[in-house]
């Protein structure tokens, strides 16, 4: 059974080659400048909807009073 090896050791030289620290950079960059996913769900406007008619009924939405709130 092949066992799986270590990439490198803490402190001594990369065994990868520098082409391919290149370009795994190269897709960390292309990866962190792509837009994000659509996200399901309400999304923003109907979550401040959700909000608005909570604070219109008397909820306070601040943190504090969230956490107080839940806690026994």
Known sequence: ?????????????????????????????????APLPPWPGRGLDGSLRVVRRLVEHGFDPSPEVAVLRSQP
């Open 1 to 33: 059974m092949n066992r799986p090896r270590a990439g490198g050791r803490l402190g001594e030289p990369s065994p990868a080659p520098s082409a391919a620290w290149a370009a795994a950079g190269a897709d960390a960059r292309m990866l962190h400048d």
